[in-house]
């Protein structure tokens, strides 16, 4: 069965820098898209973008470009998210996401994780 | 990017039909052919029930159909059963070369 599973709950301070995970198992990682959605306490969900595994290919929303970082270490298919200086408006739940086809508007998000929480306060 | 529309909650009896709506706008839902519908029960991770506008993922019943009409989709579930009570989020690929999701609907059995 196809996993996403997400690395823990956070607690950062602003300033500070993270990076949380998302290790895929059960398919052929490198072959989907894998991004991150997030939702901001209260809020709708925000689609924050993709990359594909096989070649690193990257594509931000336009409203997360420059915000965050996506990477991946093919050889433990796990994809991260990264930000390099915390803010307090970076609270959120973040779901890693797995795309279903590698024409990426195609096909829908097959498969979610379960989210991880991130809080930034002082 | 403005979230799609939802109907905060929509009920039905057993046995009956009940229709999710999701407006956009001509830059996602009516300019694309690439509307999903996500079904999210408590605590678990939400489930692909369709993609595509009307596409059925293998496995989910045919009882979900979707649609389009213009800048609105919609999500109909046929003989509403009590296990179709969660959450239902839409989402639309948009000119942004981004996703844009629902604000999500709560559908009750009664």
């Known amino acids: 069965e196809v996993q996403l599973v997400q690395s823990g709950a956070e607690v950062k301070k602003p300033g500070e820098s993270l990076k949380i995970s998302c290790k895929g198992s059960a398919y052929s990682f490198t072959s989907y898209w894998i991004g991150w959605v997030r939702q901001m306490p209260g809020k709708g969900r925000e689609w924050m973008g993709v990359i594909y595994p096989a070649d690193s290919d990257t594509r931000y929303s336009p409203s997360f470009q420059g915000q965050v970082t996506m990477s991946v270490d093919r050889s433990i298919n796990t994809a991260y998210l990264q930000w390099s200086s915390l803010k307090a408006s970076d609270t959120a739940i973040y779901y890693c996401?797995?795309?279903?086809?590698?024409?990426?508007?195609?096909?829908?998000?097959?498969?979610w994780g379960l989210g991880t929480l991130v809080t930034v306060s002082s | 990017q403005s979230a799609l529309t939802q109907p905060a909650s929509v009920s039905g009896s057993p046995g009956q039909s009940i229709t999710i709506s999701c407006t956009g706008t001509s830059s996602d839902v009516g300019g694309y052919n690439y509307v999903s519908w996500y079904k999210q029960d408590p605590g678990k991770a939400p489930k692909l029930m369709i993609y595509d506008v009307t596409n059925r993922p293998s496995g989910v019943s045919n009882r979900f159909s979707g649609s389009k009409s213009g800048n609105t989709a919609s999500l109909t579930i046929s003989g509403l059963q009590a296990e179709d009570e969660a959450d239902y989020y839409c989402s639309s690929y948009t000119s942004s070369s981004a996703y844009v999701f629902g604000t999500g609907t709560e559908v009750f059995v009664l």
């Open positions: 996401i797995r795309h279903a086809r590698r024409q990426l508007v195609m096909g829908g998000i097959d498969y």
